[in-house]
């Protein structure tokens, strides 16, 4: 962005003290992130944004949204004194999102969004000039901030929005104004918050409420809940899976160690992707969906998918130091998203005598169900396919105690959540250079650092 104080102000109802000719060139609300001609965005968290308005200065921010009656306002640069500083961003982010005036692609869901979102943004920038949220940064300070660092030149814009509770993609929507929504599937994430599968999908609904009267609507065919709400929607519709009922639908799906092919039912192209497992097909179908919507040939679709580069830790591929493959997949987890991922684990071929190795950590944010939807993981963890599994948290002890059965006490080890040392330790004491290892876990378990050490 490039913006005068003046009209910044304008746009968030405010007035300047200082020089408002002055030039912004960006908005940072992390003081150690801020930069010559930047716009300093006060948050409160766990710390109040305001107590490192010194460090903003130093680092050579220009301005500074300042929260009203707020003591020790700034004397050295300028200021725009507003009610509340994360609202007055996110007005200043729909002003300049109108400005811009690019055509909106937002997408959610309770599994892969982020994948999804950097295979539509792949797409669509083999021919047009796209913006899209870096990592996963897609609550109400991720969405206006990605808005707010878009290029003046930007056709398309694709945004990643998340959730976990019911009214968040309601203010989302609002605030973009979206063409085309994309709902991936709905899983289990955040039940401790919306109370059930139903609540979730009504949740993710709301990515719809704003969509324009001549937008689309792209979701999963394959989820009964949401094509049951999707029915109520008057703007058009396109639907993607494995079903025949799907408008686009996948056939010939095969997948490899490091990449999964398939072709589509009314096409005669074969797609590629760099990641495994039919969600990541999935995934790969609804970014073939946006692609179409924007007038992009399959073959040029083909092209984009087979060479797009996904977000770190989403079923990322390393190399362990004594040899092993490793997969980080350490980013989220639900129990959806953990079965997709060990089913596809499970599909890849070892030499004889090497052994696939599971280390899953605790699901987050799954309420009062959740010693049941860890125990319930059972189901999906065969001996005879995955051979030894490292579980990691409290919650997991619900599914140790159930592998008993199936699993004896040599293949099956818990951990409890001040053990990871541990954990590293016997995991690099067990693995043999031939052996596959997958670790999947909700990321505030941080099994990102247990990848580090094997690496």
């Not at 710390?47 to 308005?53: E, Q, T, V, W, Y």
């Not at 799906?253 to 760099?274: C, E």
């Not at 619900?398 to 006490?409: E, R």
Request: a negative charge; glycine letters at 8%.
């Amino acid at each position: 962005m490039k913006m005068q104080l003046a009209e910044i102000a304008k746009a968030i109802n405010s007035t300047c003290e200082g020089n408002d000719q002055t030039v912004i060139t960006s908005v940072a609300f992390d003081s150690r992130k801020i930069s010559e001609g930047g716009l300093f965005v006060p948050l409160k968290g766990e710390r109040d944004g305001h107590d490192f308005i010194n460090s903003a200065i130093s680092n050579g921010a220009s301005a500074t949204l300042w929260q009203k009656d707020r003591p020790n306002k700034p004397e050295n640069i300028a200021v725009l004194e507003v009610d509340d500083p994360l609202l007055s961003m996110q007005q200043l982010a729909q002003y300049y999102l109108n400005k811009v005036n690019p055509t909106v692609v937002a997408i959610t869901g309770s599994n892969g969004k982020t994948t999804t979102k950097d295979m539509t943004a792949a797409v669509l920038a083999k021919r047009f000039n796209v913006h899209k949220t870096d990592a996963n940064f897609n609550n109400e300070i991720g969405v206006p901030m990605t808005i707010l660092d878009m290029k003046p030149n930007t056709e398309i814009l694709v945004l990643e929005m998340g959730m976990d509770h019911a009214g968040q993609l309601h203010q989302l929507s609002e605030l973009t104004h979206p063409d085309v929504t994309v709902i991936t599937m709905i899983g289990e994430a955040h039940i401790e918050y919306l109370g059930s599968r139903e609540g979730i999908a009504d949740a993710k609904m709301e990515i719809t409420d704003f969509l324009r009267e001549d937008g689309e609507l792209i979701y999963n065919g394959d989820e009964p809940l949401l094509r049951e709400r999707a029915e109520k929607l008057e703007q058009a519709k396109i639907t993607f899976g494995f079903n025949q009922t799907d408008s686009i639908y996948a056939t010939g799906y095969r997948s490899y160690k490091h990449h999964a092919t398939f072709t589509v039912n009314d096409s005669d192209s074969q797609f590629t992707i760099p990641m495994i497992g039919k969600h990541n097909v999935s995934n790969a179908l609804s970014a073939l969906c946006v692609g179409r919507h924007f007038g992009e040939s399959d073959e040029e679709i083909a092209t984009a998918l087979a060479s797009f580069t996904p977000t770190a830790d989403r079923m990322e591929w390393e190399k362990g130091d004594v040899g092993e493959d490793i997969m980080s997949d350490v980013y989220n987890s639900n129990p959806t998203a953990v079965r997709a991922v060990i089913s596809s684990f499970g599909q890849i071929q070892v030499p004889e005598g090497s052994r696939r190795i599971a280390v899953l950590g605790d699901m987050l944010e799954l309420g009062e169900r959740s010693a049941a939807l860890h125990a319930g993981l059972a189901d999906c963890l065969d001996p005879q396919v995955i051979n030894e599994v490292y579980l990691f948290g409290s919650e997991m002890e619900n599914l140790a105690d159930v592998l008993k059965n199936t699993y004896g006490p040599e293949n099956l080890h818990y951990y409890k959540e001040d053990q990871m040392q541990r954990l590293i330790a016997d995991l690099r004491n067990d693995i043999k250079p031939h052996d596959i290892v997958v670790l999947k876990g909700s990321h505030g378990m941080h099994l990102e650092k247990v990848v580090k050490r094997l690496r």
